[in-house]
């Protein structure tokens, strides 16, 4: 019965072909929303970009959210990427399958409104393809009333495609490696900033030859105490290079490089320089190689005041340094005992947001609380930094009433101002009822997989409570093994694997010998007809003392008969002694060996009739007798008496 | 003389058995007795002592199939849904036929999905596996062991039985199944070393919840970037591990690393 299954399955097996039925179904779609800007004001239009990237079989069905709280000034749907398919076919006749996945990208840019000044929630974006729903996140954003918070940096158009670079003056080339040629320079933003702060360092190079093509970055910009961000929407090609003179020698300025930079130590600060190398005078017709050059920035000096102590919050995080909003949002106000509310916090605003740690929510009694998930995303992006981190913490009601989650502040610091600043949430009351009555649950599954169903009635609508009451309860059967090796680690199952093939060699080994002696055997037994008889011969008359001398003489007969047939092959039994003589003779004897031998065995004859006993020393000299004989006939050149005869014939 | 070799191959194949053949030992009454005292506190509500009292067996060296599976209710019932997955799932690798350890298994990997839809996250708790990873679950160790011992002993057995056999149908009939034999022995061998890799590098694994950072797998081995959430019982593979930490790949083919204590191996 244990095995009975895997016996099934194995027999399943035997001459049957294993229909692969795999579904396609879509896979997780990619939601990206983004804000052109951190703070908004009432009454200013932003633009948000809402792009999904969508995969699977049928064609995606994108609800975009309600902005309440905004106006829709203009929204535009576009799909720059869409219809490529890929197909593969699956088994055969019947079972063929076709599947074919398609990949869309799906982009929608809307312009906005703030109404009002206050918090509001964008999200989520809901897509649903091939009977699946996926939700995107919900992104609480604060409109603010007039003055708002402006955007970071001290140029925030610098990294726009259509933006002017900063002119260039004697104070931005204080420092730079000057080349008649071309020479590299890093120009920071700013010289002067707080710890935790943003400065966006730009490397230029200086030309004043054409023809240049850069190659690579041997090392960039940056070094110890400083977190760098690349700009995603960083393109040299997206800026125009500019025609400056310095000294009398006109240049081409050509930016290469921008860099977000947060200094993560206080005091007067390196920036280690970049490195490039570039080729110089290639192209033309044969679009020969040009040779290349490497160049080396001045390193860069900042200074990096530390954060003021005075008036700093208790429990200020170092790092917390941007300007930042923060947010808490409950799923539910109203639950039941048993279902799980999820408590969202969110920070979200300018500056280095993967520094930022979201503040813990306390215990709160009556309720299991789970560890919370974080999430960051961050954007650094027309250069400005920022992004929203944000934590989801579940907690399940374990009895009835009022749970509320309190207040929760959280403090950083300004740069702009120069002072921390600090923002509470409100406190939130979730009221909990009885558990709802579920009926049982979900139904109970038959089949092989206990798959489960998908009426909705499931555990998770009645939480654990109607979960423990669905799931099949225990095994009373007590059928307990103890812990060991399975049989495929213990000796004496690779014993038994080794083993059998050994026996089947040893069969077929031995058949091998077997067939070949069957073959040769008249070769065999010619070659050893000599060693046989001498082995008789010590063996078999060793206990001649005690033997008769009828027995003894029988036994030597015996001997010399046995080996001259094995010898010569040929039936000597039942010849008389001038037959075996000439027998021999056919069989390239020598005439004297010939007589001699049969001499000695009518001698034996005589002798075991004979009534006179000879004496022990008399019977060893018989034996050595019969020994030379057999020396001699065993030397005889020749095969068998049958083969010389046919050969004479 | 004969009688005495066959006592001598008589003795050795004792032996043979002696180093660890046969069907393993049963539990004696003792361990009988804690089992059903641990159900009887099932029985009663008291899932947590039932719990502590499953998990005394097992350090006793009880690996049962049966015991995993009341053990993984015992969590379901205390509401820790990972370390009930990760029982069922260590019952299912003892015994793939054990049809209520599924069911409950597939239940509550239902529910942590539901409750993570809920809050907007869409889940694959279960590892996407291929045919033959499929077939090979199909089997327990000691089962594929048995099985691939009777199709390659017969098939041995056949083909030494070949010299005894003259007649030219029976012959041709011996030589099918021979093959056949043969065959499903090379299909079980592949069967067999698959789970004794598996025996010997264990990566299958289940995430539980025992730390506050469960649920999140980071960018390196202690570091604070966070990559992606994961909910706990959701299976996933082990690919690497270091200082407490163990490199993770989810059913997504998603990567990253997570604290030990939050993962629990098959």
Not at chain 1, 543 to 554: I, W
């Amino acid at each position: 019965m244990r095995y009975s299954g895997q016996i099934i399955v194995l027999c399943c097996l035997i001459g049957v072909a294993i229909p692969m039925r795999t579904a396609a179904s879509a896979s997780e779609p990619d939601i990206s929303v983004v804000f052109d800007r951190d703070a908004i004001l009432a009454g200013e239009a932003f633009r948000l970009d809402i792009t999904v990237e969508t995969e699977g079989n049928g064609e995606p069905e994108i609800v975009l959210p309600a902005f309440e709280g905004f106006e829709v000034v203009d929204k535009r749907v576009s799909r720059p990427f869409s219809g490529f398919s890929m197909s593969i076919q699956m088994g055969t006749g019947r079972q063929a399958q076709r599947i074919a996945t398609q990949r869309m990208t799906t982009r929608y840019t809307l312009v906005l409104k703030g109404v009002t000044p206050g918090t509001f929630r964008i999200g989520p974006v809901v897509v649903k393809q091939d009977g699946r729903t996926w939700k995107g996140k919900v992104y609480p954003v604060e409109v603010f009333d007039g003055g708002g918070v402006t955007s970071t940096g001290n140029d925030a158009d610098r990294g726009t495609a259509s933006s002017e670079h900063v002119a260039i003056s004697d104070a931005d080339l204080q420092g730079a490696r000057l080349d008649p040629r071309y020479f590299l320079h890093m120009v920071p933003s700013r010289r002067t900033l707080y710890e935790g702060d943003m400065l966006i360092l730009d490397v230029y190079l200086f030309t004043s030859v054409g023809n240049i093509q850069l190659v690579r970055f041997d090392k960039e910009a940056g070094g110890d105490g400083f977190w760098v961000e690349d700009f995603e929407d960083f393109d040299l090609r997206n800026h125009r290079n500019r025609a400056v003179e310095i000294d009398g020698t006109a240049y081409e300025q050509v930016l290469i490089s921008r860099k977000a930079m947060f200094p993560q130590k206080s005091g007067r600060i390196m920036i280690s320089p970049a490195q490039l190398t570039f080729s110089v005078g290639g192209g033309g017709f044969f679009i020969q190689r040009g040779r290349e050059v490497s160049r080396t920035a001045a390193p860069v000096f900042v200074d990096v005041r530390e954060l003021p102590v005075d008036d700093r919050p208790v429990g200020f995080v170092q790092g917390h340094v941007g300007q930042y909003s923060l947010f808490m949002d409950v799923s539910d106000t109203e639950v039941s005992v048993g279902d799980p509310v999820t408590v969202t916090l969110s920070v979200r605003g300018s500056g280095n947001i993967q520094r930022v740690q979201l503040p813990q929510i306390p215990d709160i009694t009556g309720a299991k609380m789970y560890s919370p998930e974080t999430d960051v995303e961050m954007r650094a992006a027309q250069g400005k930094v920022g992004g929203l981190t944000q934590s989801k913490q579940v907690l399940i009601p374990s009895e009835k009433g009022d749970l509320e989650i309190p207040a929760i502040s959280w403090s950083w610091f300004d740069p702009q101002d120069a002072s921390y600043k600090t923002t509470q949430t409100d406190p939130v009351t979730i009221r909990v009822t009885e558990a709802a009555v579920t009926g049982g649950g979900r139904s109970v599954s038959t089949d092989d997989t206990g798959a489960s169903d998908n009426s909705g009635n499931g555990a998770a609508a009645g939480g654990m409570a109607s979960l423990n009451a669905s799931l099949r309860t225990i095994d009373d059967e007590v059928v307990l093994t103890m812990r060991r090796s399975p049989f495929f680690m213990q000796p004496w199952y690779v014993a038994v694997l080794v083993v059998c093939p050994l026996a089947v060699g040893f069969q077929w080994t031995g058949q091998w010998i077997l067939r070949r002696r069957r073959r040769h055997g008249g070769v065999y037994r010619q070659k050893n007809a000599a060693r046989k008889a001498f082995r008789a011969l010590k063996h078999e008359t060793c206990g001649g003392r005690t033997m008769s001398q009828e027995q003894f003489f029988a036994v030597v007969h015996r001997i010399l008969m046995v080996f001259l047939e094995e010898r010569f092959s040929n039936a000597f039994h039942g010849a008389t002694m001038g037959e075996i003589l000439e027998q021999l003779k056919t069989c390239g004897v020598e005439e004297g060996v010939a007589e001699k031998a049969v001499g000695q065995l009518e001698a034996y004859e005589f002798a075991r009739f004979s009534r006179i006993d000879e004496a022990d020393r008399e019977r060893d000299k018989h034996v050595d007798q019969a020994r030379e004989l057999i020396g001699e006939l065993d030397k005889v050149v020749g095969t068998t008496c049958a083969t010389r005869r046919s050969g004479g014939a | 003389m004969g009688g005495v070799f066959i006592r001598q191959v008589f003795v050795a194949l004792l032996v043979l058995v002696g180093l660890g053949a046969g069907r393993p030992v049963m539990a004696s009454s003792e361990l009988e007795t804690r089992f059903e005292k641990a159900n009887e506190l099932f029985g009663e509500g008291a899932y947590a002592d039932a719990a502590a009292a499953y998990d005394a067996l097992e350090k006793m060296g009880v690996d049962s199939a049966v015991l995993y599976y009341n053990r993984g209710n015992a969590e379901a019932r205390l509401g820790n849904a990972g370390r009930a997955v990760l029982y069922y799932e260590r019952a299912l690798a003892r015994d793939p036929y054990h049809q209520n350890a599924r069911y409950n298994m597939n239940a509550v990997r239902d529910f942590v999905a539901r409750r993570a839809n809920r809050q907007g996250r869409d889940v694959d708790l279960a590892m996407a596996t291929g045919p033959w990873e499929v077939l090979v679950e199909r089997f327990s160790d000691n089962g594929a062991a048995v099985l691939l011992l009777v199709v390659y002993v017969l098939g041995i057995g056949l083909i030494l039985l070949r010299p005894w056999f003259r007649s030219e149908w029976m012959r041709a009939g011996l030589a099918v199944a021979t093959s056949v034999c043969l065959l499903l022995s090379l299909f079980m061998g592949a069967v067999v070393l698959t789970r004794r890799a598996r025996y010997l590098m264990p990566s299958a694994a289940v995430i539980v919840a025992e730390e506050e950072s469960v649920g999140t797998v980071f960018e390196l081995p202690g570091s604070k970037k966070a990559r992606f959430g994961i909910e706990e019982g959701a299976r996933v593979r082990i690919v690497g591990s270091r200082d407490g930490w163990v490199k993770i790949v989810d059913a997504r083919g998603r990567d990253g690393w997570i604290s030990r204590a939050n993962v629990g191996i098959i």
